[in-house]
């Protein structure tokens, strides 16, 4: 798939995306994915950072609340559009942007810090996006990124369910099959009938890596791995949300922190 067109996909998912998640339907990110991944964040007080793919700009809104001086970019203009009200609506500070994460338009050496929150791998050229966050770091700035976990996001996937409904086991296959941009059409399963109504489904390209491939990006850019998370609920966290319960079972995200040497 061109960059153009998953750009077109992103813009088009816009709207509908940015209505569910403000409205609580986002609940993977919003009771273990985005908390896990601020708990291995490093202080960012007054430090400089870019959030590459920052789409409505929630999590970038978290990471300025940590008192980083922070920059969003999104390929999508719409997004942008609606983290550009987010912000008129109440000023923190957050200067967002259209950019690309595979040409990244800032200088070398412009950032203290990056991050990226489940978007790297929606990135048609994950290799390029890494080397590009690795050139606007300074000497000792990191990276930290979530994506969904190779291991078991791939094109043979089914979630195994006792009686109770409660999951066991994940059955996953064709873990070694590239995939460049199938598109996968959804809607956030926790968001009842009645949110849905009138939406469009998402269509999100897949660009499905391995994780030797993912690992080997980091490493060729120049970066350092310095620490790694797969996050799963806690039981208060599956109490709260009980379909959550399946990430005790199998890890759906991984999180990455690489360092620039100095």
């Known amino acids: 798939m061109e960059r153009d067109e998953n750009a077109r996909c992103w813009d088009g998912n816009a709207d509908a995306w940015t209505k569910l998640s403000r409205a609580g339907y986002d609940v993977y990110r919003d009771f273990l994915n985005t908390p896990a991944f601020l708990a ?3 202080d960012v007080s007054g430090r400089r950072g870019i959030d590459i793919g920052c789409g409505e700009g929630s999590n970038t809104r978290l990471v300025a609340g940590r008192g980083a001086r922070v920059i969003g970019i999104d390929v999508s203009p719409r997004f942008v559009e609606h983290a550009l009200e987010a912000e008129r609506r109440e000023p923190i500070g957050i200067e ?3 950019g690309d994460a595979i040409a990244l338009p800032f200088r070398d050496a412009a950032f203290e810090f990056a991050v990226a929150f489940m978007s790297l791998m929606d990135v048609p050229d ?6 590009e966050a690795f050139r606007v770091l300074e000497p000792g700035g990191f990276l930290q990124f979530s994506i969904l976990h190779p291991c078991t996001n791939t094109r043979h996937r089914r979630n195994l369910r006792d009686a109770t409904g ?4 994940l059955e996953v296959g064709r873990y070694f099959e590239r995939t460049d941009g199938h598109v996968d059409e959804w809607l956030f399963s926790a968001a009842p009938a009645e949110a849905k109504q009138g939406l469009p489904l998402f269509r999100v390209p897949t660009f499905h890596r391995t994780v030797a491939e993912w690992m080997n990006a980091i490493v060729a850019a120049g970066f350092a791995i310095e620490r ?3 996050p799963f609920a806690s039981d208060d966290v599956v109490r709260r949300c009980p379909s959550l319960q399946d990430t005790q079972q199998a890890p759906y995200f991984l999180h990455v922190r690489c360092r620039k040497p100095r």
């Open 40 to 42: 291995m964040l490093p």
């Open 126 to 131: 994950h290799a390029r996006a890494i080397a």
């Open 96 to 98: 967002y942007r259209v």
């Open 166 to 169: 409660k999951t066991f086991a």
């Open 228 to 230: 790694v998370e797969e």
